[in-house]
T-cell receptor, first 113, second 112 residues
Framework: DGGITQSPKYLFRKEGQNVTLSCEQN?????MYWYRQDPGQGLRLIYY???????QKGDIAEGYSVSREKKESFPLTVTSAQKNPTAFYLC????????????FGPGTRLLVL | SQKIEQNSEALNIQEGKTATLTCNYT??????LQWYRQDPGRGPVFLLL?????KEKRKERLKVTFDTTLKQSLFHITASQPADSATYLC???????????FGSGTKLNVKP
């Protein structure tokens, strides 16, 4: 089955720790995205990538980093510089940056200990 | 950037009725607009896309309209069912087709 997988489903971060969220897709999509969702708010774009070895900052990139070494993978690292990391993180992909539709993974809920 | 407004109050309707959700945007008119469904604790699922030159799009019990003069899209679910209960998000592509902007969504509750 084609789709997007995210792991883990739940992640706990200690103070000062960096954590990495995994995102893999087998849809052969060029574009991939990371969003953050807080209760009662819309999805906010963290980073996006058009092709391998290329990525751009979204609207709330501070405290986050990404890499795109393979077409299928787009991991997100939440660094210790992100002071309010508790949120639901969603990875998505689309055929290219113009869409037309985005396909989302199941999400990772990050909690701070 | 684009500002998208969706009614933050939940919409409660009776089973069998038509649900109508609204999405308003404030800046440029996008080339296309999308609607997604999101269930609690899960990722959004793409439902429908409508282009700027289309007034209406249908898919089974779903209908979307797009009025670029009013800067508004309406999303209708006819003959609604309790299984339609979810949060519905609208999304617009960015001016340079490099990103998407999402509304905060409207929660729909369909009561049996």
């Amino acid at each position: 089955d084609g789709g997007i997988t995210q792991s883990p489903k739940y992640l706990f971060r200690k103070e000062g720790q960096n954590v990495t969220l995994s995102c893999e897709q087998n849809l052969n999509h060029d574009a991939m995205y990371w969003y953050r969702q807080d209760p009662g708010q819309g999805l906010r774009l963290i980073y996006y990538s058009q092709i391998v070895n290329d990525f751009q900052k979204g609207d709330i990139a501070e405290g986050y980093s990404v890499s795109r070494e393979k077409k299928e993978s787009f991991p997100l690292t939440v660094t210790s510089a992100q002071k309010n990391p508790t949120a639901f993180y969603l990875c998505a992909s689309s055929i290219d940056l113009a869409g037309p539709a985005q396909y989302f993974g199941p999400g990772t809920r990050l909690l701070v200990l | 950037s684009q500002k998208i407004e969706q009614n933050s109050e939940a919409l409660n309707i009776q089973e069998g009725k038509t649900a109508t959700l609204t999405c308003n945007y404030t800046n440029y008119s996008p080339a296309y607009l999308q609607w997604y469904r999101q269930d609690p604790g899960r990722g959004p699922v793409f439902l429908l896309l409508i282009r700027e030159n289309e007034k209406e799009k249908r898919k089974e019990r779903l209908k979307v309209t797009f009025d670029t003069t009013l800067k508004q899209s309406l999303f209708h679910i006819t003959a609604s069912q309790p299984a339609d209960s979810a949060t519905y998000l609208c999304a617009l592509e960015g001016y340079n087709f490099n990103k998407f902007y999402f509304g905060s969504g409207t929660k729909l509750n369909v009561k049996p």
